[in-house]
């Protein structure tokens, strides 16, 4: 079940695409340390939902078709967005703690390095498949702010319940190579390119309260101007 596990998570998430032909019982075997008998039913089974096809003396190809739903988040009225993209979709959090402020967000965040933030680490998916890794460091709210709520409500509804409206979003667009933690979660290899948001929320008295990096999946996210 593990094997047949880790190939459907590959098919569905897009790394085995339509057509790609899978290793043989006998390489699947020695390279999961797995008996050939146990690779042939993995395969068996894939095939058996329509995944891959098997074909004597060909291989094993896959047949799904991965067509993903790209959400797509305007520039223009960024806030508005970022409410709707809240709506269409489901975050799961990975971590809470409250930590000693790294040099980029004690800068971002105008603090003395070390001085005390909540920093949140939370997983975004749309259609059951992740598509955003997010951190987020954030002024010490208080005990209101916690990993219950954020599983439940908005960040932006919750700073507004907690007293502090965003009124400015301080944001920056990149790239990188996902790291090692951001890789696992999102389900893909490391050093795979992503697609980088460097985001500080300014607040109505014009102080950052809170600076969150979001590494984003290409394949199923993309920012969309005119």
Known sequence: HQVYSLLRRKIEGGELRHGALLPSEIELASQLGVSRVTAKRA??????????ERRRGRGTAVTWRYEPRLIRAPLNG??????V??????????????????KNAAEALRLLP???VQRAVRLRYLDGLPFAHYTS????????????VLKDRSRLELFKTLGFTVVEVDQ????CGAPPDAALALGVSPGTPLLSVSRTYIDQHARPIDHLIGLYRPDRFQYHMK
């Open 172 to 175: 920056v667009l990149s790239a």
């Open 78 to 83: 960024m806030l508005e967005g970022l409410a």
């Open 137 to 148: 460091w954030t002024r010490p709210l208080g005990p209101a702010y916690n990993a219950n």
């Open 85 to 102: 993209m809240g709506k269409e979709t489901r975050i799961g959090v990975l971590s809470f703690d409250q930590i000693a402020a790294p």
């Open 43 to 52: 395969l068996d089974d894939l095939e058996a939902e329509g995944y891959v």
């Open 114 to 116: 070390g001085s005390p």
